[in-house]
């Protein structure tokens, strides 16, 4: 399952110029997985939640491990801060895949904070 992150992320990166550029992208591919299953969440299946849930909990994986390394370019503050939404995000996404009826809006957070962190790579 890590590697469908993985080759996502290097699919990504031959479409797109700058690694900024090219996590935007992917936050954005994961906040309209997320979108699409709330907005059919009555017509969705619960592997569907599953699926959009891992690519993002992946991804966020990929960037908390990137931030942490030694060598890590970024500052300590913006290290720790995304450190810490990946950690919130990795939590939420837990717990909404053990609630037995999650609501949709439950995905509402989790596409804001990408859209929001994807806008901020972009310089938007």
Do not use: C
Request: proline share 4%; aromatic share 4%.
């Amino acid at each position: 399952m890590h590697q469908q992150g993985a080759q996502a992320y290097q699919q990504t990166t031959k479409v797109v110029e700058s690694p900024r550029e090219r996590e935007s992208a992917l936050l954005m591919k994961a906040a309209a997985g997320l979108q699409r299953v709330k907005d059919e969440w009555d017509v969705g299946t619960r592997e569907e939640l599953k699926t959009a849930l891992t690519f993002n909990r992946k991804l966020w994986t990929i960037f908390m491990s990137s931030v942490t390394k030694a060598d890590s370019p970024l500052p300590h503050e913006i290290r720790q801060n995304i450190a810490n939404l990946g950690m919130f995000i990795l939590n939420e996404t837990r717990e909404i895949l053990l609630e037995i009826d999650p609501s949709p809006q439950r995905l509402d957070i989790l596409v804001r904070l990408n859209r929001q962190i994807a806008s901020g790579l972009r310089g938007a």
